[in-house]
């Protein structure tokens, strides 16, 4: 049987010769007591549930803390990824504009090469041309001198037929 403080406030014990009804007194004093008990056991229990979900919620917060430091590293991991990946794509395209300028320099210095050879071809076509022509005037010339001395020789060797006959 439960009871209240305001019914333990305003009971009111039957007077007897020697003061209150001792029977009703044990009676009130059981049910105080028999309601204090059971409410010491529903207070204890209350405080087990507490302190359990005390520890439970110290569990909860230190799981929090170690998310939010691992999401902090993952952040800082992240971050320092993508600094490193930039740093590297910019050594890269660094070490690829190097290379593309080596291979300029060297395509230019490739190209006057082959220009300075093209001169030197030209040069030596043009000699051979005028050597060659000077040959072939020289032999047209020797021709048309042979044709001449052969012209004499043979009107020469036609005065000796002539004289020996």
Not at 27 to 38: K, Q, R
Not at 39 to 68: C, Q, S, T, W
Request: proline share 1%; charged share 35%; no cysteine.
């Amino acid at each position: 049987m439960k009871i209240t403080p305001i019914e333990i406030k305003e009971h009111k014990f039957k007077k007897t010769f020697r003061g209150f009804d001792p029977h009703e007194v044990k009676a009130l004093t059981d049910i105080v007591a028999e309601t204090l008990e059971e409410a010491a056991r529903h207070n204890n229990g209350l405080e087990e549930k507490l302190k359990g979900m005390a520890a439970r919620l110290v569990e909860h917060e230190e799981r929090e803390k170690i998310l939010r430091e691992t999401i902090t590293t993952a952040q800082k991991m992240v971050e320092d990824l993508k600094n490193n990946a930039r740093k590297e794509a910019e050594l890269i395209i660094s070490e690829a504009k190097i290379q593309a300028d080596a291979m300029m320099k060297k395509a230019h210095e490739r190209a006057v090469q082959i220009q300075g050879e093209i001169f030197q071809l030209k040069k030596q076509r043009l000699e051979m041309q005028t050597s060659i022509k000077t040959i072939l005037e020289h032999h047209a010339n020797l021709l048309s001198l042979g044709g001449q001395e052969a012209a004499k020789q043979d009107a020469e060797d036609d005065k000796l037929k002539f004289i020996k006959k």
